[in-house]
């Protein structure tokens, strides 16, 4: 009845657009609503999961009864799911579908479709012995199927007047199930809402132009302070922060300068790239990423990858074998760097990245 896809295109858009939505959302005047969204998509995907799965037992009024309550409130969990997200993307003063009386052919009682499934939900499960409305306190029966034939599930709800009389109050699946699909299906709205919001944020931000210095290293410090002003991409973030090494990190060994010299200059056509796309909003992988992630053999992989471990942490928590790592690795660059445990680590860092390019240089097809 409801299709699944619906909510898994919504999940696809928030984390799409380069976590646009987390960006936005993670701290609005002091609230979260970040994780009020993520939590919304997760209890929205379980009840779709329940529905597309529920079997109704038709045999056993009490199994029934006890099975349509939480067929009713897994409707409930979506409905109040999308209030929260209309509230957080859209209008927190607002509730979709407010005023509409289309669904429930029955409803003498409600102001509209909304309220009306509120008073179902209360009725078959929520709390049917503590119902109240301006004619007072009511119970409700004991569920019944086939008697009433308006609706396929009704109850007689008791009055505690004396004077008032009972009243059948039921619900008919069709509608139950058309209301579900209404709210269930604003979740697209809700997505187009997002696409707008991104669209416009896009915009605003090309506007403001991003400052150039013929400084690489001061150029690199404007580019991290627009990153995080901008969407704060883990990606560029990342790729920045590596470059600000680099070009912070000093030669010790004198063998080494041309080739570090050689490798700065080649990075500057990385640094344009991120300089433009950031400049033009634009977050998709870089085509000069890999001057900075050069790819090497299998064999040195391990080795590597502790290495830059250890590279991460203080020195006075290097790993016990961290000797050992730069050992290996300064074996495999030989001829391209000279390493060794005695330099510093942003000086390991840069010459790792640097021999790493020539030796791809040196050895690709």
Known sequence: ?????????????????????????????????????????????????????????????????????????????IWQSIQQLHRAIINVNTIPFDGEKQIFQNNSICKDDNDYFKHIRAVFGAHPVNLKDKNGKWFASWPTTGIYTEFDFAVLLYSAEVENSDIVFGFKFTELNTFLQARYNYLEILGKELDKQYKE????????????????????????????????????????????????????????????????????????????????????NLKTDHILESSHPSKIHYHLSKLYECLMRTRSSYDILYSYYVKEVSEFLRGYVTINEQMNRNEVFMLIKAGLYKYWLNNRK
């Open 1 to 77: 009845m409801i299709d699944p896809n619906i909510i898994r295109s919504f999940r696809n858009k928030v984390n799409s657009d380069s976590y646009f939505a987390l960006n936005k959302y993670k701290n609005r005047n002091g609230k979260n609503h970040w994780n009020l969204i993520c939590a919304c998509m997760d209890w929205i995907d379980l009840s779709v999961n329940y529905l597309l799965n529920n079997k109704i037992d038709n045999q056993n009024i009490d199994v029934m009864s006890m099975q349509v309550y939480t067929y009713i409130s897994s409707i409930d969990i």
């Open 201 to 284: 944020y896009i915009q605003e931000k090309t506007l403001i132009p991003i400052n150039r210095s013929d400084d690489m290293l001061e150029q690199l410090k404007i580019l991290r302070q627009a990153s995080k002003d901008r969407l704060d991409n883990d990606y560029y973030n990342h790729l920045i922060d590596d470059l600000i090494v680099i070009y912070e990190a000093e030669s010790s060994l004198p063998e080494n300068q041309e080739t570090v010299d050689q490798y700065r200059s080649k990075l500057k056509e990385l640094v344009d790239e991120i300089t433009y796309n950031l400049q033009y909003m634009r977050f998709g």
